[in-house]
Antibody
Framework: EVQLVESGGGLVQPGGSLRLSCAAS????????MHWVRQAPGKGLVWVSR????????SYADSVKGRFTISRDNAKNTLYLQMNSLRAEDTAVYYC?????????WGQGTTVTVSS | QSVLTQPPSVSAAPGQKVTISCSGS????????VSWYQQLPGTAPKLLIY???KGPSGIPDRFSGSKSGTSATLGITGLQTGDEADYYC???????????FGGGTKLTVL
C-alpha cells in the first residue's frame, strides 16, 4: 500500500525549532518529487516547499524562505522539514504529499502549534 | 489573498450538478496543468483531477475537470451528501516558481 506518514509535530515556543519527518512506503520514493503543504486552523491549503527526486533542487514559499529547509534521505525513504525561528502564524497541520505536476498521495498530517 | 481565485461556497440539491471555478493568470493556469483536490471534514486532501481533466483510478466519473485559457472548472454531477467537502484547485506558477492553491470552495449539498 502506498503510504505517507508524518511525524514530529508538537507544541513549540515562538523562536523555537522543530523537524518534521514523512516516512514513505509502498512506492519507489527516490523517483518522486515531494511537497510540504500546511493548513492553519479553519483555513485553506498553503504550499510550503518542494524538493525534486534526488534532492538537488528545492523551492519555498516566501513566508518560510530562510527559516525552513526541506530535505530527503532516499536511503531511508524519508522526507524532512526543518523549521527554525517559528512564529505563531506557522501554527498548522503539515502534510507531506507526493508528486510533481499534481499531488497524488497525501499523508494524514502532523500538527504544529507555536505558542508561549 | 490566493493567487488562484475560487468562489468561497457553492450549493446544490442531491442529484443535481455543480461547477466550481478557478481563475488564474498566464503564469499559472494559462501555461501549466491544473489539479483539483477534495478535502472531506477532518481528513487529508485527496487528488480528484490531474492534468486539467484526468481522473485518478478510483475517482468516480461524476467528477470532471476542464481548462480554458487562464481558468479551470471542476464539475460534479449526481451530487451526493457525501460530496460535501472543501475543494481546492492547484497548479505551478512559472513566474513565482512556486506551487499555488486556490482559496478553496465549500460545497454544501442541500
Amino acid at each position: 500500500e502506498v503510504q505517507l506518514v508524518e511525524s514530529g509535530g508538537g507544541l513549540v515556543q515562538p523562536g523555537g525549532s522543530l523537524r518534521l519527518s514523512c516516512a514513505a512506503s509502498g512506492f519507489t520514493f527516490s523517483s518522486y518529487w515531494m511537497h510540504w503543504v500546511r493548513q492553519a486552523p479553519g483555513k485553506g491549503l498553503v504550499w510550503v516547499s518542494r524538493i525534486n527526486s534526488d534532492g538537488s533542487s528545492t523551492s519555498y514559499a516566501d513566508s518560510v524562505k530562510g527559516r525552513f529547509t526541506i530535505s530527503r534521505d532516499n536511503a531511508k525513504n524519508t522526507l524532512y522539514l526543518q523549521m527554525n525561528s517559528l512564529r505563531a502564524e506557522d501554527t498548522a497541520v503539515y502534510y507531506c504529499a507526493r508528486g510533481r505536476g499534481s499531488m497524488d498521495v497525501w499523508g494524514q498530517g502532523t500538527t504544529v502549534t507555536v505558542s508561549s | 489573498q490566493s493567487v488562484l481565485t475560487q468562489p468561497p461556497s457553492v450549493s446544490a440539491a442531491p442529484g443535481q450538478k455543480v461547477t466550481i471555478s478557478c481563475s488564474g493568470s498566464s503564469s499559472n493556469i494559462g501555461n501549466n496543468y491544473v489539479s483539483w483536490y477534495q478535502q472531506l471534514p477532518g481528513t487529508a486532501p485527496k487528488l480528484l483531477i490531474y492534468e486539467n481533466n484526468k481522473g485518478p483510478s478510483g475517482i468516480p466519473d461524476r467528477f470532471s475537470g476542464s481548462k480554458s485559457g487562464t481558468s479551470a472548472t471542476l464539475g460534479i454531477t449526481g451530487l451526493q451528501t457525501g460530496d460535501e467537502a472543501d475543494y481546492y484547485c492547484g497548479t505551478w506558477d512559472s513566474s513565482l516558481s512556486l506551487w499555488v492553491f486556490g482559496g478553496g470552495t465549500k460545497l454544501t449539498v442541500l
